[in-house]
């Protein structure tokens, strides 16, 4: 039986592993290891482990004060349907550190019934909220 477990200690994170999950997901086609490497060190980050070994990942980008964004939030194939995105959402969400803001955001494809259980709801007001997306930027030198 494996034991899971979710972590924040970046010292047992698998960096090429989570660049390798990122690089090939829709939302982050071709990242760059150093980009993941950089955006990992500037944000609070989750790991599930199985066994040791690296099989889901989030990250919330935050002040740790007033606002928090969500994302690249994965579990490997192999290992869903065990609870596990749950799992990770649960720790996600009761961190001291992200008690008490006033805004967190997220943005999803295909898991809003998952965000949903936390509290998260589509935008309100949309037309208050702008972007600035830059989809091809990874294919870019830079």
């Not at 199985?50 to 889901?56: F, I, L, S, Y």
């Not at 898991?111 to 037309?127: E, M, R, V």
Request: charged share 20%.
């Amino acid at each position: 039986m494996p034991i899971y477990e979710v972590t924040t200690d970046s010292s047992r994170f698998d960096i090429g592993a989570i660049h390798a999950f990122l690089s090939t997901s829709y939302w982050s086609p071709g990242v760059p290891r150093s980009v993941i490497e950089r955006a990992i060190q500037h944000s609070l980050c989750f790991a599930v482990l199985c066994d040791g070994a690296q099989v889901g990942f989030a990250r919330m980008v935050t002040d740790r004060a007033t606002f928090a964004y969500l994302a690249d939030v994965y579990v490997l194939e192999a290992h869903r349907g065990r609870g596990l995105s749950t799992m990770l959402m649960d720790h996600v969400m009761q961190h001291p550190d992200l008690q008490g803001l006033r805004r967190m955001l997220l943005v999803t494809r295909d898991a809003q019934g998952l965000y949903n259980k936390y509290g998260f709801q589509s935008i309100a007001k949309p037309d208050r909220y702008m972007e600035l997306h830059r989809p091809d930027v990874y294919a870019r030198p830079l």
